[in-house]
């Protein structure tokens, strides 16, 4: 076989290889809890205005690097009817939690399952969404009920009830992050609220495709000994 022979066998190996590792379907997994946030108790910096898709608008401050939740403006949501939220200029010194885990006491007992639910499953105006939302998130003894004239705030309660139980967001879907406050002022509380982030999609080649790439690449390698063996020099 001439030399030219042995580079054209050699490229096409080449190619064969690019092309398998090509096909090969990338997978998602879910990091541990869904998502990644500053742990307590660092405190971060959030600033809201009224939002038309949402109940708020609130930007983050101050938060540290390398963690899923970043220094940027994300759609935000009231979840504690008994207290007030100063919008901007005012700001607010908070505590981020995942509402995959949230801190052992009451922010452990709220319905963050139907919560992230809802969100991810979103029906008429930002007035229905937070209306349900209120409807299963309350700290004090009483749920909150929506309007009666609010048909579609009870059709997302219903569904919820129905779909909500258990439910956790996959990879690019949406995950509630709780901002609880650091300081809580007896005769002016500062809201919990929520905001909404998006769960981060972690490439994973799947284990069966590894396989099959290195049967094939030793299966490739073994048919090119086999037509090159005449090329080696004898002893």
């Not at 809802?118 to 009920?145: P, R």
């Not at 002022?185 to 998006?198: F, G, K, Y």
Request: aromatic letters at 8%.
């Amino acid at each position: 076989m001439k030399p030219t022979k042995i580079v054209q066998h050699t490229l096409t190996i080449a190619i064969i290889v690019f092309f398998a590792l090509s096909s090969i379907t990338v997978y998602s997994v879910r990091a541990t809890d869904g998502i990644s946030v500053p742990p307590s108790p660092t405190m971060v910096t959030i600033e809201v205005v009224d939002g038309t898709s949402s109940y708020f608008l609130t930007t983050l401050t101050d938060v540290p690097s390398g963690y899923d939740v970043t220094n940027t403006t994300y759609l935000g949501w009231c979840i504690d009817v008994d207290a007030q939220m100063g919008r901007s200029p005012a700001t607010h010194q908070v505590v981020l939690y995942s509402s995959l885990d949230p801190p052992n006491g009451t922010l452990k007992d709220q319905r963050w399952d139907i919560v992230n639910y809802i969100l991810n499953h979103k029906q008429g105006t930002a007035d229905d969404i937070q209306a349900a939302m209120w409807y299963f998130i309350h700290f004090d003894s009483e749920t909150e009920t929506p309007p009666t004239n609010q048909t579609i705030a009870w059709a997302i309660i219903e569904d919820a009830l129905a779909n909500g139980t258990g439910y956790i967001p996959a990879p690019s879907e949406t995950v509630a992050v709780i901002c609880n406050p650091v300081i809580f002022l007896p005769l002016n509380p500062v809201q919990i609220s929520i905001i909404e982030v998006t769960v981060p999609v972690i490439p994973e080649y799947p284990t069966i495709a590894i396989t099959i790439l290195t049967l094939t690449a030793i299966s490739i390698g073994l048919i090119y000994a086999k037509k090159t063996r005449h090329l080696q020099p004898r002893l």
